[in-house]
């Protein structure tokens, strides 16, 4: 069958992060409904491409047949040269997860860069696609794009398979999944733990390190808090490994920096999990009051309250663990989000 549409991706697509997640499964869908759809691989420099990532993109969209639309990743869009975007003579969508610039723990010069960049390229795109109303918003009054060209595709996600109830671990699972990186605040949890070390938990860190200074810095924080028998870095797992977290797990903690929508929010929903995060970003409008506690951002003394409270009141937590579990009976399927995409690249 003729491709009618490529999609760009950086990096290896089987990536577990939430941003390749959704591209993925955002790329299937589209083929599941009948918009054939190709993969164009990358590679994984981007947002800081190197000459050779740079030569790869103009390669591969010259490759292409005249006229197929692309759909690119906003680490590729945000960052990529602004007249070889301008000279495409295709029409080229975005998958805009959060802008760059606003990318946690950034030199300054760089954040800046990224965002003169981001808002250049997004005046040749013919149509923006963003995963929460947040990011709609932020593109809007911070960047100047046009409302109508703006469209929104919450990420889908599939329901945990039916099983027997297991027990939940003992002492009491504080979960976190997050890749290894400054926004995910994974230094911020650690310090919260601390100041309830005199609680009984046990926690796991989940996700691949991206940055190893930073992953060296946290083994360092988690020994020097004493808590290098409470606390585990997994890494990155595969679906059943997490999945067996998810189902052991008490409660789930994220102490973010910052979300253009955060879908581990919402998988640890779907596991009826009372959540601990942060009031940033898409946070608030991916999880309800009722079922999460947000705490400010940088604030280790309040995620810790937050912590404290679920722990020790079980009343509490069974009320935010109901309403989790019935907000997450409401989440889209991902082919609800690949129509707004398939409108988005035919132009409908």
Request: aromatic share 4%; charged share 20%; glycine share 8%.
């Amino acid at each position: 069958m003729p491709q009618e549409a490529a999609f760009a991706i950086p990096g290896d697509i089987q990536t577990r992060t939430g941003g390749t997640i959704y591209d993925r499964r955002m790329l299937e869908s589209l083929n599941e409904i009948g918009l054939p759809t190709g993969h164009i691989a990358l590679l994984s420099s981007w947002p800081q491409p190197t000459p050779e990532a740079e030569a790869d993109l103009a390669r591969q969209l010259a490759a292409l047949a005249e006229g197929v639309p692309v759909v690119m990743d906003g680490l590729v869009f945000g960052a990529m040269d602004t007249v070889t975007l301008a000279a495409q003579a295709r029409r080229i969508i975005v998958m805009l997860h959060h802008p760059l610039g606003l990318e946690a723990g950034l030199p300054p010069a760089l954040a800046q860069h990224l965002l003169q960049r981001e808002r250049a390229n997004l005046r040749h795109a013919a149509h923006v696609v963003v995963p929460s109303p947040h990011t709609r918003e932020c593109l809007i009054q911070d960047f100047g794009v046009a409302p109508e060209r703006i469209s929104v595709a919450l990420p889908g996600f599939d329901r945990p398979a039916i099983a027997p109830l297991a027990p939940k671990a003992t002492p009491p699972l504080i979960l976190a999944v997050g890749i290894i990186c400054q926004r995910k605040g994974h230094d911020i949890l650690l310090d919260a733990l601390g100041r309830i070390a005199h609680l009984d938990w046990q926690a796991a860190i989940v996700g691949m390190v991206q940055d190893d200074r930073l992953y060296a810095g946290l083994r360092a924080q988690r020994a020097a808090l004493g808590l290098e028998g409470r606390v585990e870095f997994t890494g990155g797992l595969g679906p059943q490994a997490l999945d067996q977290l998810y189902r052991q797990a008490t409660l789930f903690a994220l102490a973010t920096r910052y979300e253009g929508y955060g879908m581990v929010l919402s998988e640890a929903q779907l596991y009826g999990l009372p959540i601990v995060s942060c009031a940033v970003g898409a946070v608030p409008q991916t999880v309800s009051a009722a079922s999460a506690i947000l705490a400010p951002p940088e604030d280790a003394v309040a995620f810790a309250d937050g912590l404290a409270r679920l722990l020790q009141d079980e009343g509490l937590r069974a009320r935010m663990a109901g309403a989790s579990a019935a907000q997450a009976a409401h989440l889209p399927q991902w082919r609800d989000a690949a129509q707004i995409m398939r409108r988005a690249i035919l132009g409908a």
